[in-house]
Structure formats: C-alpha cells, structure tokens
T-cell receptor, first 117, second 112 residues
Framework: GAVVSQHPSRVICKSGTSVKIECRSL??????MFWYRQFPKQSLMLMAT?????????EQGVEKDKFLINHASLTLSTLTVTSAHPEDSSFYIC?????????????FGQGTRLTVV | AQSVTQLDSQVPVFEEAPVELRCNYS??????LFWYVQYPNQGLQLLLK??????LVKSINGFEAEFNKSQTSFHLRKPSVHISDTAEYFC??????????FGKGTMLLVSP
C-alpha cells in the first residue's frame, strides 16, 4: 500500500487565493521530503527540499515567498501556493525516504492537480 | 552534476510485442539508478532499481533493466507487453548524496 499520502488529489481555486497541499509519510518518519512540479508531458522538476524543524531548501528559480513549505512534524510537510495565478496550474508531487535510506528509493505521493482559474 | 537522457518521448508497440525504453545517464560519481512508472494523474511508482551487485534487475511484473557502466545506460525491457503497461516511464539517477534527477520520460503506448 501507499506509504506517502498526498492531499488533495485535485483542487481548483480562483486567482489570488492560496492553496495548501499536504504530504504525509504513513508508516515512517521522514526528516526530509521533496516537492516536485510536473508540467504536461514533461519530467519532474525539483522545487524544494523540505527539512523537518528547519527552513526548506529551494532550487534555483523557485520563489520562496510564493511556494511556502512547512515541515512541522516528522510525518507531515505542506506546500502552500500563495496568491495563485493561472501559470501556477500544474501537477505537484511530493516524495519521502525512509530514515537512513536517502540514497535508495523515494516514495511518491499520488500528486495534486492544481488548476487556477 | 548528473543528468539523464531518455531518447524516446513516445514508444508505440502492439500488445505481446517486446519493448525497450532507453535511458542514458551521466554522473561524476557512482550512481544509483531507478525506473519509475506513472499512470495518468497519479504519482510515481518504483518499478525497479539498481543500487549495487548484479547489473540485471527485475520487477515483479516482467520488466527488467541492465546497468551498463561502460555505456552509461540503464535500458528498460519487457519481452511481451500488455495493454495495462501503457503509462509514462521515467528513468532517474542519484549520485552520492545528491537529489534524484529524472529523465524527460517515455510514454509507452500499447495497442491491441
């Protein structure tokens, strides 16, 4: 079964509003989680690395103030898209690793389809 | 720095035919290699991985991939595909303690 759960799977919001996406590790504690963005028919682009109890590490070109990441517990990371615009519409996916296994497989959430109208 | 190249964006194939999805990588350090499958509007599922040991790795649903260090390749193969194998397949590499780097993906289209 799924070991990483992402919610919601789909969300439609109006321009200018904020949307929060949750990523939970279900049967292990994840000190590090990753947030990706996927454009249609393209690969995953790493947005940021979410670190429990500290600030997220953002990839170059990703706006920190627009994509707020909070990793408040060892099983939950949230991505908030603030003041959403239509160009933020995309598929967002999170991933996590089992403790001590950062170099091995990543478990992915089901993804969130965000549509900004 | 590391990178992954999936040369084919789309591979059409008839049911029960064999298929190979190509993946080449570049990295300055030893790597771990992965194939992930993505069905429409879903997250990624690990198909198989190479970490060390035997260079031929297999999945439970008939896929296999072989790590070829000299050719820096990790091609995915299946001797006989099913309609249900239709999906997007991503090759990924991790070198050392770096993050995962994905290829652009290959859409496998299986038709009757």
């Amino acid at each position: 079964g799924a070991v990483v759960s992402q919610h919601p799977s789909r969300v439609i919001c109006k321009s200018g509003t904020s949307v929060k996406i949750e990523c939970r590790s279900l049967d292990f504690q994840a000190t590090t989680m990753f947030w990706y963005r996927q454009f249609p028919k393209q690969s995953l682009m790493l947005m940021a690395t979410s670190n429990e109890g500290s600030k997220a590490t953002y990839e170059q070109g990703v706006e920190k103030d627009k994509f707020l990441i909070n990793h408040a517990s060892l099983t939950l990371s949230t991505l908030t898209v603030t003041s959403a615009h239509p160009e933020d519409s995309s598929f967002y996916i999170c991933s996590a690793h089992r403790p001590g296994q950062v170099n091995t497989e990543a478990f992915f959430g089901q993804g969130t389809r965000l549509t900004v109208v | 720095a590391q990178s992954v190249t999936q040369l084919d964006s789309q591979v059409p194939v008839f049911e029960e035919a064999p298929v190979e999805l190509r993946c080449n990588y570049s990295s300055s350090v030893s790597v771990y290699l992965f194939w992930y499958v993505q069905y429409p509007n879903q997250g990624l599922q690990l198909l198989l991985k190479y970490l060390s040991g035997s260079t031929l790795v297999k999945s439970i649903n008939g896929f296999e991939a072989e790590f070829n260090k000299s050719q820096t390749s990790f091609h995915l193969r299946k001797p006989s595909v099913h309609i249900s194998d239709t999906a997007e397949y991503f090759c990924a590499v991790r070198g050392g303690y770096s993050t995962l780097t994905f290829g652009k993906g290959t859409m496998l289209l299986v038709s009757p």
